[in-house]
C-alpha cells in the first residue's frame, strides 16, 4: 500500500509493525507504527478490535482504526519553495484551524503581515492599511488585488494591531475568516516564490542545453 507521509508529504510503500496495548472482555487494542524511509519519523494508528460488532453474514470480529499521530493538518502543507518563516505560521494555522479558528486566524493574520512587509515592501501599519498599500501599488495580478480587497473587507483587520495579533490575544473573528486568509495566503505563496522557482527551474534547463551546444546563455532581465 502506497501512503504519503504526514511528516515529510513524500510517497512511499508502508509496512504496519503492530503492538497489542489491551486485551479486554469487548475485544482489544492495537498501536500500529510505520517509518517513513525518507525522513525516518513515525506514523502512528489505534486500532480496536470489537467481539460485538460482526454482522449477520460474517462473524469476524470488526476491526475500528483511527490516525492518532503525527496530528493531521487540515489543509495540504506549504509548498517547499516557501521559506520556513513563512511556513510555520502557515502550517501551524492549518493545524488548529478546526479546534481553534480565532487562533488559527491570528496565524494567518500575522504571516499575511510578514509576507506583504518582506515581499510587498509595506509600510509597518495595521494589517487593513498594509492591504491597501500593495493593493495601490500595483506589484500584484488584479485577481489577487480582489482577494485581499475581500479578506480585508471581511475581517476586521483596522482593529487589530501587530502588538496584539503577537502576543497571542483572543481576537475576534467572522466565520471562516480564518480559511479566506489561508486562501491568499497559499495565492501569494504561488506568487512570490513557487512561479519564480519553477521558471528558475526551467530558464537553468534551457541555459545548460544552449551551453552544451556553445551559445550564450538567456539574458537575465529579473528586478
Not at 506549504?78 to 488559527?104: G, H, M, R, T, W
Given at each position: 500500500m502506497t501512503m504519503r507521509c504526514p511528516h515529510c508529504d513524500i510517497a512511499f510503500h508502508d509496512t504496519w509493525y503492530s503492538y497489542g496495548i489491551k486485551d479486554g472482555i469487548d475485544g482489544w487494542d492495537k498501536i500500529k507504527v510505520t517509518i517513513c524511509p525518507t525522513c525516518g519519523k513515525a506514523t502512528m494508528r489505534l486500532l480496536h478490535v470489537n467481539r460485538y460488532l460482526a454482522d449477520?453474514?460474517?462473524?469476524?470480529?470488526?476491526?475500528?482504526?483511527?490516525?492518532?499521530?503525527?496530528?493531521?493538518?487540515?489543509?495540504?502543507?506549504?509548498?517547499?519553495?516557501?521559506?520556513?518563516?513563512f511556513a510555520e505560521d502557515f502550517n501551524q494555522a492549518c493545524l488548529i484551524l478546526y479546534d481553534s479558528p480565532k487562533a488559527a486566524a491570528a496565524l494567518a493574520r500575522r504571516c499575511l503581515q510578514h509576507i506583504l512587509r518582506e515581499k510587498g515592501g509595506v509600510k509597518k501599519g495595521n494589517l487593513s492599511k498594509e492591504i491597501d498599500e500593495v493593493i495601490d501599488s500595483n506589484k500584484l495580478p488584479s485577481d489577487i488585488c480582489e482577494q485581499l480587497d475581500a479578506v480585508r473587507n471581511y475581517g476586521n483587520f483596522a482593529a487589530h494591531a501587530e502588538e496584539n495579533i503577537a502576543t497571542g490575544e483572543i481576537i475576534a473573528v467572522e466565520p471562516s475568516e480564518a480559511e479566506w486568509t489561508l486562501n491568499i495566503l497559499e495565492e501569494l505563496f504561488d506568487f512570490y516564490f513557487v512561479r519564480p522557482e519553477r521558471i528558475k527551474r526551467k530558464k537553468d534547463g534551457l541555459n545548460a542545453k544552449l551551453s552544451s551546444v556553445g551559445k550564450p546563455p538567456m539574458k537575465d532581465n529579473s528586478p
Amino acid at each position: 500500500m502506497t501512503m504519503r507521509c504526514p511528516h515529510c508529504d513524500i510517497a512511499f510503500h508502508d509496512t504496519w509493525y503492530s503492538y497489542g496495548i489491551k486485551d479486554g472482555i469487548d475485544g482489544w487494542d492495537k498501536i500500529k507504527v510505520t517509518i517513513c524511509p525518507t525522513c525516518g519519523k513515525a506514523t502512528m494508528r489505534l486500532l480496536h478490535v470489537n467481539r460485538y460488532l460482526a454482522d449477520s453474514i460474517n462473524t469476524d470480529p470488526k476491526e475500528l482504526e483511527m490516525h492518532i499521530y503525527p496530528r493531521l493538518s487540515a489543509r495540504t502543507r506549504c509548498p517547499p519553495e516557501v521559506p520556513d518563516v513563512f511556513a510555520e505560521d502557515f502550517n501551524q494555522a492549518c493545524l488548529i484551524l478546526y479546534d481553534s479558528p480565532k487562533a488559527a486566524a491570528a496565524l494567518a493574520r500575522r504571516c499575511l503581515q510578514h509576507i506583504l512587509r518582506e515581499k510587498g515592501g509595506v509600510k509597518k501599519g495595521n494589517l487593513s492599511k498594509e492591504i491597501d498599500e500593495v493593493i495601490d501599488s500595483n506589484k500584484l495580478p488584479s485577481d489577487i488585488c480582489e482577494q485581499l480587497d475581500a479578506v480585508r473587507n471581511y475581517g476586521n483587520f483596522a482593529a487589530h494591531a501587530e502588538e496584539n495579533i503577537a502576543t497571542g490575544e483572543i481576537i475576534a473573528v467572522e466565520p471562516s475568516e480564518a480559511e479566506w486568509t489561508l486562501n491568499i495566503l497559499e495565492e501569494l505563496f504561488d506568487f512570490y516564490f513557487v512561479r519564480p522557482e519553477r521558471i528558475k527551474r526551467k530558464k537553468d534547463g534551457l541555459n545548460a542545453k544552449l551551453s552544451s551546444v556553445g551559445k550564450p546563455p538567456m539574458k537575465d532581465n529579473s528586478p
